[in-house]
């Protein structure tokens, strides 16, 4: 089971929880609205299964990346960093660019930080989201 709860905007505090992975919407589409109406989250995976954490922090990461990027703030994993220049418009390319450059590295990955200057990835793996459901 995943928990998302709601860290800015009109229903501070909610949180909602999701079982299972045969859901009926792509995780992607609700943080999708939430990067869409501005609304920050995080994700508690302590009661998630493999399955549950992996579909719902690529999810995540994907949604976190076109935050960063729509803020004017950098992504950065391992030797590169991406930002958008000042007017210039977010398309689905850089995204489609940065995820594959993160796939292809080969790495489990996990989101080292994500603050108001940018989001840093870095390699890991998917025990660092849930160190107790092995």
Not at 56 to 81: H, K, P, S, T, Y
Not at 123 to 133: H, M, V
Request: aromatic residues 10%; hydrophobic residues 40%; charged residues 25%.
């Amino acid at each position: 089971m995943i928990k998302v709860k709601v860290l800015s905007g009109q229903y501070i505090g909610r949180e909602r929880e999701f079982g299972g992975i045969n859901l009926p919407f792509d995780p992607l589409e609700v943080l999708g609205q939430m990067v869409h109406a501005k609304i920050s989250w995080e994700i508690n995976y302590s009661q998630a299964t493999k399955e549950e954490a992996f579909l719902w922090f690529r999810a995540d990461l994907v949604a976190r990346i076109i935050c960063a990027l729509i803020q004017g703030r950098f992504v950065q994993f391992m030797d590169q960093r991406w930002q958008l220049k000042s007017g210039e418009k977010l398309g689905y390319d850089l995204i489609a660019k940065i995820e594959d450059y993160i796939v292809n590295s080969g790495f489990m990955v996990t989101i080292a930080g994500d603050d108001e200057k940018g989001l840093i990835v870095k390699t890991g793996g998917p025990e660092n989201l849930n160190p107790d459901n092995n």
